[in-house]
């Protein structure tokens, strides 16, 4: 320590004395002991650095590893990157946004980027690791395609323009050219779909610098631009992105065990590995998409339409909340430590619900859960997801369009579900045309034909695992489809916040609704055969 603070004094009195010999044979910066780095959420490690700041770039080395000699090779590859991009850009190093670099022993998920702060180690500054994170942090990009696709330009990686053209013209839809983060990302995305996305990403960069300059890749729209670099290389197609305002809103990391970690601006963080109803990036897309969007139209609903209630599910909703999304064990909810495990993506409603409603301590599973699994189940039912209308329509209306009675091979292995679902596919067609595509599909309808099938072939379908009751014992009780249309039923004769009324034990079944409970399921199963939804 005392070599180095003497070595700083040396330094600074040269400086002080002699200017311009300092200016003309010295290119070092000088490190002196720097701000502490404190734990965070995002990297959760304390330590004491040396530091140097030169125009917008602060390099901060962990201090229990800092060599001078090291750090001033460190420090003069940074600086050439740099002007290696500002000649890229078309910008002065002076302009790039404020950064910090910190150079640590050892890091758990590669070059890690925080906003305005990057995590590396000496070895990855060494290789070029860092360069792509490198480009984000000086030019406050966060859209993985943009940093990836400059740093490609730095590398002067060439683009096959005839083969974009040929894949881009026989694409069946256009999404790829999103250049989400899953299109990047095994297993969402194969060699081939990663390949082509790297290339879009380094073709439209060019594009848009040779024709925009820099300010249109980092403040524009970049949707117009896509659409009009298509056309430049002869594709006549239409490109429109529906998801891309919405997705704005998360940041995306690495973890270990997950393929990404999407975050949101309330730091809510969406652990994502392939599911059964998850598997492409499309999915990956449409998937976090839904879940902002249809969140936020959830609480819209308690704000509207359940006001003694709305103040409750905002604070729950603001705060922390870890979605995990891995196979095995179902889905389920731990709401006191925020926390959302799913086994199908289409199940996040339903557990939303329950974060956002808890069910009260001391609630007997068998004879008083019913108006909450009710609850989610009729939130569920207003937005369904994208992934869960694919399965019913190609794993349920397709399969099982012409099977009849006889149930044939269909979504599932066991004979009692396939009869379920057959018989959900004869009601679905006895009331409607078998649709042509996902789109046309009637969603109230086939909702409605999984509540009637049990009530309509209650002994045939006793065994399937879709007509079990919440309750084991009480054959005569609800399935959780029929809990969710019987919810909105009640929903629909009061309102959401007499419903919430009753759940929070504010009045009797009979004060909220005006009927005992029995009258009021007997009109509910007759409003059910006579096909009111």
């Known amino acids: 320590m005392r070599k180095r603070i003497f070595r700083l004094l040396l330094l600074t009195a040269i400086l002080i004395c002699c200017p311009i010999i300092a200016c003309n044979a010295l290119s070092e910066v000088f490190f002196s002991p720097g701000e502490t780095h404190t734990s965070t959420l995002d990297f959760r490690q304390y330590f004491e650095t040396m530091s140097a700041t030169q125009g917008a770039c602060t390099m901060s080395i962990r201090q229990d590893i800092y060599q001078e000699d090291q750090a001033q090779d460190l420090w003069a590859t940074v600086q050439s990157d740099l002007q290696a991009l500002s000649g890229l850009v078309g910008m002065e190093t002076e302009q790039f946004a404020p950064f910090t670099i910190f150079v640590v022993q050892q890091t758990f998920l590669g070059v890690e980027r925080y906003g305005d702060r990057l995590y590396c180690t000496a070895g990855d500054i060494e290789n070029g690791a860092y360069r792509q994170a490198l480009i984000g942090v000086a030019l406050g990009i966060e859209e993985y395609w943009k940093t990836l696709g400059l740093q490609n330009c730095l590398l002067d990686i060439p683009v096959d323009v005839a083969q974009l053209k040929a894949a881009y013209e026989q694409a069946s839809e256009l999404d790829g050219l999103s250049l989400f983060i899953s299109y990047f990302t095994e297993p969402f995305a194969c060699a081939a779909e990663i390949a082509l996305a790297q290339q879009t990403a380094t073709a439209i960069i060019r594009y848009i610098l040779e024709r925009y300059g820099i300010d249109a890749l980092v403040l524009e729209d970049d949707i117009a631009y896509k659409q009009e670099w298509l056309q430049s290389i002869g594709v006549d197609r239409v490109y429109t992105d529906p998801y891309a ?32 109803d998850m598997q492409t990036a499309r999915d990956v897309r449409i998937f976090l998409y839904e879940a902002a969007a249809y969140s936020q139209a959830l609480l819209d609903l308690f704000r509207a339409e359940a006001p003694d209630y709305y103040k409750i599910a905002k604070s729950c909703w603001e705060g922390k909340l870890n979605i995990f999304c891995n196979t095995g064990g179902g889905s389920y909810v731990q709401p006191a430590a925020g926390r959302v495990k799913l086994q199908l993506s289409y199940g996040y409603m339903h557990e939303l619900t329950h974060i956002l409603h808890h069910v009260p301590e001391g609630i007997r599973y068998a004879t008083e859960v019913w108006p909450y699994e009710g609850l989610c189940e009729y939130v569920s039912s207003l937005f369904p997801f994208y992934s869960y209308k694919r399965t019913c329509y190609e794993d349920v209306l397709c399969k099982y369009q012409h099977t009849g009675d006889a149930a044939g091979e269909g979504k599932s292995p066991n004979a009692d579900n396939r009869k379920y679902w057959a018989r959900v596919t004869e009601i679905y067609l006895a ?26 072939y209650a002994e045939e379908l006793k065994n399937s695992v879709w007509s079990y009751p919440l309750d084991r014992i009480d054959s005569h009780g609800f399935t959780s489809f029929q ?12 309102s959401l916040n007499t419903y919430l009324d009753y759940c929070a034990g504010v009045k009797t079944f009979e004060q909220a609704f005006g009927l005992s409970f029995e009258e009021a399921k007997e009109n509910w199963n007759e409003d059910v055969e006579k096909g009111i939804m």
Do not use: C
């Open 431 to 456: 009331n409607a045309e078998m649709p042509a595509s996902i789109e046309e599909m009637d969603m109230a309808l086939f909702m409605h034909a999984q509540v009637l099938a049990p009530m309509r």
């Open 245 to 276: 305002q919405v997705l704005r809103d998360y940041r995306f990391t690495k973890a270990n065990g997950y393929t990404l970690v999407a975050t949101t601006s309330l730091n809510h963080r969406f652990y994502l590995q392939p599911l059964e």
């Open 483 to 494: 809990a969710g249309n019987f919810t909105g039923y009640l929903i629909r004769q009061s």
